[in-house]
């Protein structure tokens, strides 16, 4: 059975750091990983989409590698802003050729200080 | 593109009635639609799978008869949650899947808040 496991499970920092959100997963047999936003009260927001044959993924000021081998994924955030506070999930795709799941981790719960 | 929809955002019922969840793809046809459950503080749960035109796959622990999923066409499916309990409020996110390539990403939908009084 797939694991997911996000740490820190909190994170609180100044406005203009940067920073790395970590994500581990049990089962190396994943189609891809993916990481997501969420506002409080809210829905999912895709942020990056990493296919399992490829090893990072960028847009702006976020960066998202993947080890499939070791298990583990980084999402790096650079130049943090208040605006960036929200909890962060990291989910990978496995599963049969029939289907497959996403499988989510506990998420890290972002806090931005101005 | 690739927007998700769900109606209600929101919805009170009381104990022991039926309410029934949509959930849209705007823009594309999902032929793969896929049912959350996110309690307070917690992860993300699958419940279901759900193929367009055939019956859903629910996960371990997930009661059939009380979360009924249709997925009548590409763009649409749709959970009732039957004779709902307080234990039953939760928030429910709904996905789609493009196509039938495993390798295609989900988009989800904004989430149905559902409280049971």
């Known amino acids: 059975k797939q694991e997911v496991t996000q740490i820190p499970a909190a994170l609180s920092v100044p406005e203009g750091e940067n920073l790395v959100l970590n994500c581990s997963f049990t089962?190396?047999?994943?189609?891809?990983l993916q990481w997501f936003r969420q506002d409080p009260g809210k829905g999912l927001t895709s942020l990056l989409l990493?296919?399992?044959?490829?090893r990072e993924q960028t847009s702006g000021r976020l960066n998202a590698s993947l080890d499939k081998s070791s298990g583990r994924s980084t999402l790096y955030i650079a130049a943090s802003q208040p605006g960036d506070s929200a909890t962060y999930l990291c989910?990978?795709?496995?599963?049969?050729?029939?289907?497959?799941?996403?499988?989510f981790g506990e998420g890290t719960q972002l806090t931005v200080n101005p | 593109g690739a927007v998700v929809s769900q109606h209600p955002s929101w919805v009170i019922c009381k104990s022991g009635t039926s309410v029934k969840i949509e959930c849209r793809s705007l823009?594309?046809?999902?032929?793969?639609m896929f049912w959350y459950r996110q309690f307070p503080k917690q992860s993300l749960m699958l419940m279901a799978t759900?193929?367009?035109?055939?019956?859903?796959?629910?996960e371990q622990g997930v009661e059939k008869d009380k979360f009924l999923i249709n997925h009548a066409s590409l763009t649409l499916s749709t959970l009732t949650v039957t004779s709902a309990h307080p234990e039953d409020s939760s928030f429910y996110i709904c996905?789609?899947?493009?196509?039938?390539?495993?390798?295609?990403?989900?988009?989800f939908g904004p989430g149905t808040r559902l409280t049971v009084t």
């Open positions: 990493i296919q399992s044959s490829q």
């Open positions: 989910a990978v795709s496995a599963g049969e050729t029939s289907g497959s799941r996403l499988t």
């Open positions: 996905s789609a899947r493009r196509g039938w390539n495993l390798l295609y990403e989900q988009y």
């Open positions: 823009d594309f046809q999902a032929t793969t």
């Open positions: 089962d190396s047999a994943i189609y891809n």
């Open positions: 759900s193929n367009e035109g055939s019956k859903a796959t629910y």
